[in-house]
């Protein structure tokens, strides 16, 4: 939509509004929002109108800010039009300048009054990590770049995955598009960030055989019967976590070294090998429960406390090898490999759709060793640990 302006000069230019914006009729307290131009217009109550025995045209409208009707004499209609416009714009140019000065912390807070059931609540550790590093910012202050930082640091923080940040990117959009429907800003900001999660995706993460068996040395002497004999298993089969402690003793065949892993959305079955030192490993568990795994209660083991039990690891051990089930599973892949297994026994093993998968993740020249003495996975990333600004 483009608008006709009279300058102080009498120049008259065009001022192009991308959007329909949503504006304000006070500047004085919290705003009042009314929706796109036009109802703003409306909004003043403007009259034109021409007195009999008169050759003048008459402007008259309701000020925003001083609620006092204010009246304008023209010689034309057309003119006294223009100026209408040229006023609105003109408030609105004012509107945007005082918006830009309001906290964040009070447009959040007017934004989940309306949205109580928003996405931006998602993931509530991260808003409210957001909410406490930004409260205090004005919006106009809010760039990009800030944003960027913030990003950088609660990855340092909580260790999170660029394609974690990518995801909590959407989730604090939606604050942003608030924002940008209500005509705050013109555009998100966030929208400017690109994520390269597939740095994290390709950059397979490996461990040394020496940091393998320290590990072992560890879990043994904390966890004999749980992270143990998991990871044991994980090593020698390349299974998923939650694989591993699905399995039956139904599904063990020690004679033809076996194990049958279902899938439980189609219910493909597929076989897995068990290479010889797994099977002495295996003869040693306890056969009291139908699962495989069971705790030192006899009881499955539930792969949703595997993570807190590595916290446990870590903070007992703070010198040992930073490594959870992925990296490990990704470990046992590579070591298999050097081992003389093949890419469709490790396909098979992965649960891979297709062998090319599986050739391009662990033979491409993209693995990454890390050990204690060798760099961390944060190094391996650029200077801006995978976030970009995007023009």
């Known amino acids: 939509m483009a608008i006709m302006l009279n300058t102080p000069n009498n120049f008259a230019h065009k001022i192009f509004i991308r ?54 004499r023209f010689p034309r209609k057309k003119d006294a039009t223009v100026y209408l416009q040229e006023l609105s714009y003109s408030f609105i140019q004012n509107r945007e300048n005082f918006l830009k000065n309001d906290k964040i912390g009070l447009l959040i807070e007017d934004f989940s009054k309306k949205y109580p059931e928003t996405i931006f609540y998602k993931t509530k550790k991260v808003a409210d990590l957001f909410i406490k590093e930004f409260k205090n910012y004005r919006l106009n202050d809010l760039t990009p770049f800030a944003l960027k930082n913030w990003f950088i640091k609660i990855r340092k923080q909580e260790n999170y995955s660029l394609k974690s940040l990518a995801n909590y990117q959407y989730q604090i959009g939606a604050f942003f598009g608030y924002l940008v429907r209500k005509g705050y800003i013109a555009e998100s900001p966030i929208k400017k960030l690109k994520f390269h999660h597939r740095i994290d995706i390709y950059k397979r993460n490996c461990l040394s055989i020496t940091d393998v068996e320290l590990i072992f040395e560890h879990l043994f002497y ?14 020698f089969t390349r299974l998923t976590l939650r694989e591993i402690t699905d399995i039956h003793w139904d599904h063990v065949d020690l004679i033809r070294n076996s194990i049958s892993i279902i899938n439980p959305k189609s219910g493909f079955v597929r076989y897995v090998r068990i290479e010889p030192e797994l099977i002495k490993i295996i003869e040693t568990f306890p056969k009291t429960n139908k699962y495989l795994l ?58 891979h759709s297709d062998v090319e998968i599986t050739k391009r993740l662990f033979t491409e020249p993209k693995k990454k060793f890390y050990s204690q003495t060798q760099v961390t996975k944060e190094e391996t990333l650029s200077d801006d640990w995978g976030i970009e600004i995007i023009s």
């Open 222 to 235: 904390m966890s004999p019967f749980f992270l143990y004999r998991v990871f044991k298993v994980m090593y």
């Open 294 to 351: 069971v705790n030192r209660y006899n009881k499955k083991i539930d792969h949703t406390l595997v993570g807190r039990h590595l916290m446990r690891l870590r903070a007992t051990y703070p010198k040992l090898v930073y490594f959870n089930s992925d990296i490990f599973r990704d470990t046992a892949g590579f070591h298999f490999l050097e081992r003389g297994g093949t890419l469709k026994e490790l396909k098979n093993n992965m649960g």
């Open 19 to 72: 959007r329909p914006l949503d504006l304000v009729a006070t500047f004085h307290g919290r705003p009042q929002v009314i929706t796109n131009l036009e109802a703003y217009m409306k909004f003043l109550k403007p009259k034109i109108y021409k007195l009999k025995n008169q050759n003048n045209w008459t402007l008259a409208y309701i000020h925003p800010e001083t609620n006092k009707r204010i009246r304008k």
